[in-house]
């Protein structure tokens, strides 16, 4: 991980978020194994660098597209960790009032055009901001995260032919972790690299390593700015691992097909401590800097953990209201 050329406030900023949306995760896996929450969450642990890094080039007021495993990307837009939590749980003081839940999780005060419970469902709908920003003529930016298998959905191609025609000021996120469910990338897929299909629509395709946020941030930045000039979308191909299985409640064990330690493998290159390791080597910011991080999150993420359970249910006709007839 290079930090060389870094400002101490930009690098130690990664190091917060990456570390907020590890303990938000954390702890909203406890609420699972409590029984406190309502059905399942995906967590997005392993990949926190992936969100960190691409949010830390928008600005405020970019659009992004999420996916069923959405924690990490609204944590890194600033969305508010109370009223996240209190969602999870379906409480009445969280973001939709308790009814989008972990995987329908939104911030629409930071730009969040929603988490999709359908796979490759959130990429037209970016696609259609990035069409909206065209026609309004601003110089704002959309981006999509995406899953790996949605690349071979039918919703990734249109979009991106699409907005490959028009220039629209899009960037296309692929985090790559390998696995769509049960099913092996691999197996289902004859390229290694997913950023290979860029060349079909004559636009740039990037691979980069998805376990460092500066990397990560200098790609997006990249694609950003190209988008900002009106010159079109990039893709954007970020390597990955989600340590958890798919939902809180999968084991996983078919990661262990490959290779027995593939997860081992992968969490020896978790970012949080490999970011702090390089700053401290670099001589940027000190160990008292970084364990100042870690209790002002702490003390943010207990907070948040109390309001959410201490939060009322919405009433029963709440049921009626916010719903589309
Ligand atoms: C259109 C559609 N097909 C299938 C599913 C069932 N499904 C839910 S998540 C998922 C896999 C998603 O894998 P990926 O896109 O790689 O994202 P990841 O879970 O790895 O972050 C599938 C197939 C769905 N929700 N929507
Ligand atoms: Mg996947």
């Known amino acids: 991980m290079n930090v060389k050329g870094y400002e101490k406030e930009q690098l130690l900023g990664f190091y917060e978020t990456m570390f907020r949306i590890r303990r938000f995760e954390e702890e909203t896996f ?6 406190m929450m309502a059905g399942l969450a995906h967590l997005y642990m392993g990949e926190e660098a992936i969100a960190t890094g691409v949010c830390a080039a928008l600005r405020e007021d970019d659009y992004i597209g ?22 999870i749980l379906g409480k009445e003081t969280g973001y939709s009032h308790g009814k989008g839940g972990s995987m329908h ?3 629409m005060d930071k730009g969040i055009l929603g988490a999709n419970g359908i796979v490759g469902g959130e990429i037209p709908i970016t696609t259609g901001a990035a069409y909206t920003i065209k026609y309004k003529g601003t110089d704002q930016v959309a981006v999509s995260f995406m899953g790996d298998s949605s690349t071979n959905e039918g919703t990734f191609h249109e979009s991106i032919n699409m907005a490959a025609a028009w220039d629209l000021p899009c960037v296309y996120i692929i985090e790559n972790n390998l696995y ?5 990338i691999r197996d289902v897929t004859k390229t290694p690299d997913l950023a290979v299909r860029a060349l079909a629509y004559d636009i740039p395709g990037v691979v980069v390593d998805g376990m460092d946020p500066v990397a990560v941030y200098e790609a997006a930045v990249e694609a950003v700015a190209r988008a900002r000039r009106g010159e079109g979308p990039t893709l954007i191909e970020c390597k990955t691992y989600r340590w958890q299985g798919h939902h809180v409640g999968d084991p996983a064990n078919y990661r262990q097909r490959r290779s027995l330690t593939e997860k081992e493998d992968w969490m020896k290159r978790d970012p949080i401590p490999a970011l702090k390791a390089a700053v401290l080597e670099e001589g940027i910011a000190t160990e008292e800097e970084f364990a100042a991080i870690e209790t002002a999150v702490e003390e943010e993420i207990q907070a948040a953990v109390k309001f959410a359970a201490d939060s009322p249910y919405p009433d029963a006709e709440e049921a009626y209201t916010d719903v589309l007839a």
């Open 30 to 35: 406890e609420f699972y194994k409590k029984g």
């Open 66 to 87: 999420s996916t069923h495993r959405g924690h990490g990307h609204l944590v890194a837009r600033g969305a508010d960790t109370d009223r996240m939590m209190a969602e």
């Open 105 to 107: 999780i939104m911030a």
């Open 180 to 184: 769509g469910i049960t099913v092996d």
